[in-house]
């Protein structure tokens, strides 16, 4: 695994759309190569940094490298309490950045917490920017409230 800089600089536009800002990226990404089963991506514990019953927005750049011969499935994934639970993924088809969103609700205080990207095996996996946010509600409403209207 090494840190490598050329990822995109802007939050995924699915971020931007619900906190309705911008915010600027490192440019850095972790570059995960010799990967020889699917959960074998970056890893963080986050036990600690949860709350029960809030709302969290996840959101991800990801890339596959070179050698994927069909479309690759990548996602993020939480380990809770040795529960897996998808938050969300991607069929990537081609060697570009792609985002992924999800959310979820942490309803009993867990003792382990752990979220991971993974991805096909044999295939080299860049994440960059992973954004673990709690839903303001009534940001959120307004937002959707907002896109109602548009549709309206």
Not at 15 to 20: D, H, N, V
Request: charged share 20%; proline share 5%; aromatic share 10%.
């Amino acid at each position: 695994m090494s840190i490598v800089t050329g990822s995109p600089l802007l939050l995924p536009p699915i971020a931007r759309e619900s906190l309705g800002h911008d915010e600027l990226l490192s440019g850095r990404y972790i570059h995960v190569f010799n990967r020889t089963d699917t959960w074998m991506g970056p890893a963080q514990m986050i036990t600690d940094r949860l709350k029960l019953f809030v709302t969290y927005q996840v959101f991800v750049w990801v890339r596959v490298g070179t050698g994927a011969t069909s479309p690759q499935l990548v996602n993020i994934a939480f380990v809770v309490d040795s529960q897996w639970v998808n938050s969300g993924q991607v069929e990537i088809t081609d060697e570009k950045w792609h985002e992924i969103g999800g959310s979820f609700i942490i309803e009993k205080q867990p003792s382990n917490a752990m979220v991971y990207v993974q991805g096909p095996s044999g295939v080299d996996l860049m994440v960059a920017g992973l954004q673990i946010l709690p839903v303001d509600r009534r940001a959120r409403f307004k937002f959707l409230k907002d896109q109602t209207d548009k549709v309206a």
